[in-house]
């Protein structure tokens, strides 16, 4: 609703001029009164009035000592003068404290009401186009955000130095810059019952604010990534501390996402990459990082470089395998049996595990038991 502010020592003008201005506004508007100078900038910071109409001779601040104490706190408040003096030194004065009108008693009825209608009537249009401004602003802002996220994506599936290089002058556009001489990829996986955009969001605000103060690790982008997961880029100068505190700041940001949420987030962070050209390396990485979690109970972030690769592999993992399998499918995990059994055997009769060439991109592998076989074991979890 429009508020407006009557300042003057005499309470008659005051309650004459509500009651004009009640009969003859086209619509309903708040009145507030004040016979002071300082009740007055009192009462202004307090409601925030749309126009305030104040007489310049009152007891304590005078109307135009009011209107400078005021313009402080509230540069852009209308204001219009009354005064029984038509002296142009306070004309002058009112003009420049950005006064909108310096009008002179006794009040012409029908001028001032018209002069107050179209102040109102402004100030309508003006809030009517700062809403659309706004609108206009978040859509152009969620748009930037998806074209963002897209072609960070096109970015980390890119597998020729020219595609990925379509994709980095686009960013560039963006304003995401590449000018580090190390790059690698984080993937957040949550598990959680909440809207997923809102997670989505409160990943990338953590993350910002975690990263935003860094001096080895910045932040580029992030992008949704799957139903539950979320990829961010990020990158550095040097090696050592950018692992470092790339691991001490995820370990952070996942430890604050498992507290809000209270339900289980596992961080992922690839191999580093020296080219952005490269970086779906880092990305390939940082999904078997994030998927290591089956093996590491408790711990709910993994660095890509310090996984254990190759050599013989424990009972006690075998297991954990195998439960994490059965919960996601039990009628096939009695079929992993054998399989399981023969991977529990000494390094040096067994080539490491081969990525899967299929369709199958995860939780699937090919291997040999023996140097002299020439046709690998299938994986049995899967029918290629």
């Known amino acids: 609703m429009f508020k407006i502010i009557i300042a003057d020592d005499e309470g008659v003008i005051r309650r004459g001029i509500i009651s004009m201005l009640k009969r003859g506004l086209p619509e309903e508007v708040e009145f507030h009164e004040a016979a002071t100078g300082n009740a007055a900038l009192d009462l202004a910071r ?33 204001v219009i003068i009354i005064s029984g003096f038509e002296d142009f030194k306070y004309a002058q004065k009112a003009i420049s404290l950005g006064v909108k009108k ?37 859509a152009s802002n969620a748009m930037q955000k998806e074209l963002r996220e897209r072609l960070l994506l096109e970015l980390l599936q890119a597998r020729t130095t020219e595609a990925a290089h379509t994709a980095m002058a686009r960013l560039k556009e963006l304003q995401v810059t590449f000018q580090a001489t ?30 935003s103060n860094s001096p080895h690790t910045n932040y580029l982008s992030s992008a949704k990534y799957s139903a539950n ?29 498992i507290g809000f949420y209270h339900y289980d987030f596992f961080t992922g962070i690839g191999n580093i990459s020296y080219e952005p050209a490269h970086i779906y390396r880092s990305l390939e990485t940082a999904r078997q990082a994030v998927n290591y979690k089956i093996f590491n109970k408790g711990q709910h972030i993994q660095l890509y470089s310090k996984l254990e690769k190759g050599g013989s592999t424990s009972s006690e993992t075998i297991n954990q395998l195998k439960k994490a399998i059965h919960s996601i499918n039990p009628q096939k995990s009695s079929r992993l049996s054998p399989f399981l059994l023969n991977i529990h055997t000494p390094a040096k009769t067994y080539y490491p595990f081969r990525k899967c060439t299929t369709t199958w991109n995860m939780n699937c592998c090919t291997r040999y038991p023996s140097a002299n076989t ?11």
């Open 46 to 78: 307090t409601i925030k009035p749309n126009l305030i109409i104040t007489d310049i001779q009152m007891p304590g601040l005078s109307g135009l000592d009011f209107i400078e104490a005021l313009r402080k706190d509230a540069k852009s408040t209308s």
């Open 102 to 138: 310096y009008v002179t008693k006794p009040l012409n009825k029908p001028e001032f009401i018209e002069l107050v209608t179209h102040e109102l009537q402004n100030q309508q249009k003006q809030s009517l186009y700062q809403k659309k401004e706004f609108h206009k602003k978040l």
């Open 182 to 211: 190390i790059y690698t990829c984080a993937i957040i996986q949550y598990h959680s019952k909440a809207h997923l955009d809102f997670v989505d969001f409160s990943i990338t605000n953590i993350v910002e604010e975690c990263l």
């Open 229 to 257: 997961e979320m990829v961010i880029l990020i990158a550095g100068q040097e090696t050592n501390p950018f692992l470092t505190e790339a691991h001490s700041i995820f370990h952070d940001i996942t430890r604050k996402l």
């Open 374 to 384: 020439s046709q690998p074991t299938p994986c049995p979890l899967y029918a290629h």
